[in-house]
């Protein structure tokens, strides 16, 4: 059986690896666009490659954490379970974990100058796939993000 060190490398590689994912399908849909005549995206390539991306983003962080704090960092209310519980809930995919704003405070307070690298896109990327889960999103011609 793992230690619970090696168990959380194996969760934080296993986020890491879902990021990667969604990053390479993102690079995958902007690679295979046509680009004749310096062609915008389409509003679903738009919308695929902003949700794909600023996904990957989040994992990339909670992987950091997890790596960096120990799983624990982002459960919601871990003390209410042991090791052993946790990491069953994890096999049984009932973890729940908290949100990115609050990745981002633990960034924040914990690795100072982390998140600054990354901020700007990052909130990017957040605000149009907030606008495109929760409402039609309309990319403007030639414009990747708005």
């Given at each position: 059986?793992q230690?619970?060190?090696?168990?959380?490398?194996?969760?934080?590689?296993?986020?890491?690896?879902?990021?990667?994912?969604?990053?390479?399908?993102?690079?995958n849909?902007?690679a295979?666009?046509?680009?004749?005549?310096?062609?915008?995206?389409?509003?679903?390539?738009?919308?695929?490659?902003?949700?794909?991306?600023?996904?990957?983003?989040?994992?990339?962080?909670?992987?950091?954490?997890?790596?960096?704090?120990?799983l624990?960092?982002?459960?919601?209310?871990p003390?209410?379970?042991?090791?052993?519980?946790i990491?069953?809930?994890?096999?049984?995919?009932?973890?729940?974990?908290?949100?990115?704003?609050?990745?981002r405070?633990?960034?924040?307070?914990?690795?100072?100058?982390?998140?600054?690298?990354?901020?700007?896109?990052?909130?990017?990327?957040?605000?149009?796939?907030?606008?495109?889960?929760?409402?039609?999103?309309?990319?403007?011609?030639?414009?990747?993000?708005?």
């Amino acid at each position: 059986m793992q230690t619970w060190k090696q168990f959380e490398e194996t969760v934080a590689q296993s986020i890491r690896d879902n990021s990667v994912i969604f990053l390479r399908r993102a690079a995958n849909e902007i690679a295979n666009h046509d680009d004749r005549g310096d062609k915008a995206f389409d509003h679903e390539t738009g919308t695929i490659v902003t949700v794909l991306t600023q996904m990957s983003l989040e994992l990339a962080v909670a992987s950091f954490l997890v790596k960096h704090d120990g799983l624990e960092s982002i459960l919601v209310k871990p003390k209410r379970f042991t090791d052993d519980q946790i990491r069953e809930k994890w096999l049984d995919n009932e973890l729940r974990t908290k949100t990115f704003e609050e990745y981002r405070q633990i960034l924040e307070a914990k690795h100072l100058g982390i998140y600054s690298v990354f901020e700007d896109i990052n909130q990017q990327f957040q605000q149009s796939r907030n606008k495109i889960m929760h409402l039609h999103f309309r990319f403007e011609e030639g414009i990747f993000m708005t």
